[in-house]
């Protein structure tokens, strides 16, 4: 997009570029300033080139802060073998799992699609979050490539509390969630020695604190607090609290879901 915006005295110019491969340089920029050519393309970086007219009075504080709100990345979807914007957590894995630039680059034939579509449809599912028909679970976020490939996927699968497995020479994607059990132990197929270990105040809780960005707060840190009165009584009042992070959570209702399913389970 190109704008001119006026207010009073002040005349603001931007331009904004969205990273494609094959982008060319911005003519605004190397018509302004020296040493920039159409050499600088910043193919894959997607960017602001912003310029201010120098009024006192307009910018009596200094310069202002820019800011934007953006989508992100395009990703790849194996159920329409179409690429598009979406913040479907198992599209998003999916993306970061096999993408070369940014992600592991892992290659396509590595990754179980079966697992990752249910996962994606399970995601997409619409259901009632906070009074209101939404989808189950949302990736939005940002990725910190400077981190460890393990860290940012941990963080990604908190979105839709999955796991990443490596089975039968692929990687699947399962989402933590009720399914039919289709084998039933009992005295007659178990061998050997066997207990059941039950929870403790090491791993059981009555007040969950979570983490997240709130679009709604300038995209500030929040809290969602789930506390559960019911399991307090059963814990003999003694107050068992966890805090958990969900970086690519943005929606409070959609993260007190996620929590209250953690505390729950």
């Given at each position: 997009f190109?704008?001119?915006?006026?207010l009073s005295s002040q005349?603001?110019?931007?331009?904004?570029?969205?990273?494609?491969?094959?982008?060319?340089?911005?003519?605004?920029?190397?018509?302004?300033?020296?040493?920039?050519?159409?050499?600088?393309?910043l193919q894959g970086t997607a960017y602001l080139y912003v310029r201010l007219e120098y009024d006192q009075d307009v910018f009596?504080?200094?310069?202002?802060?820019?800011?934007?709100?953006?989508?992100?990345?395009?990703?790849?979807?194996?159920?329409?073998?179409?690429?598009?914007?979406?913040?479907?957590?198992?599209?998003?894995v999916r993306d970061y799992l096999t993408h070369?630039?940014?992600?592991?680059g892992i290659e396509t034939a590595l990754i179980d699609?079966?697992?990752?579509?249910a996962a994606a449809n399970y995601c997409d599912e619409l259901v009632t979050i906070g009074g209101v028909s939404k989808k189950r679970y949302t990736c939005n976020g940002v990725v910190d490539t400077s981190t460890g490939s393990m860290d940012i996927l941990k963080k990604l699968l908190t979105s839709c509390r999955g796991f990443l497995i490596f089975s039968?020479?692929?990687?699947?994607?399962?989402?933590?969630?009720?399914?039919?059990?289709?084998?039933?132990?009992?005295?007659?197929?178990?061998?050997?020695?066997?207990?059941?270990?039950?929870?403790?105040?090491?791993?059981?809780?009555n007040r969950i604190r979570a983490n997240f960005f709130n679009p709604e707060r300038n995209w500030q840190p929040d809290l969602a607090i789930i506390d559960s009165a019911t399991l307090r009584t059963l814990d003999n009042g003694l107050l068992l609290?966890?805090?958990i992070d969900l970086p690519f959570t943005s929606d409070i209702d959609r993260a007190k879901m996620i929590t209250t399913i953690n505390l729950n389970q």
């Open positions: 190109d704008v001119w915006h006026e005349r603001v110019f931007i331009t904004g570029h969205t990273g494609a491969d094959d982008q060319a340089a911005d003519t605004s920029i190397f018509e302004q300033i020296e040493g920039w050519t159409s050499n600088h393309r009596a504080s200094g310069l202002p802060t820019i800011t934007a709100d953006i989508k992100g990345v395009k990703v790849y979807d194996p159920r329409t073998a179409t690429t598009a914007w979406s913040d479907n957590p198992a599209l998003c070369a630039r940014y992600g592991r699609d079966t697992t990752f579509n039968g020479g692929k990687y699947k994607l399962v989402i933590n969630k009720p399914e039919t059990a289709n084998f039933t132990f009992s005295e007659d197929n178990i061998i050997g020695a066997w207990s059941i270990s039950l929870g403790n105040k090491n791993s059981q809780y609290e966890k805090t």
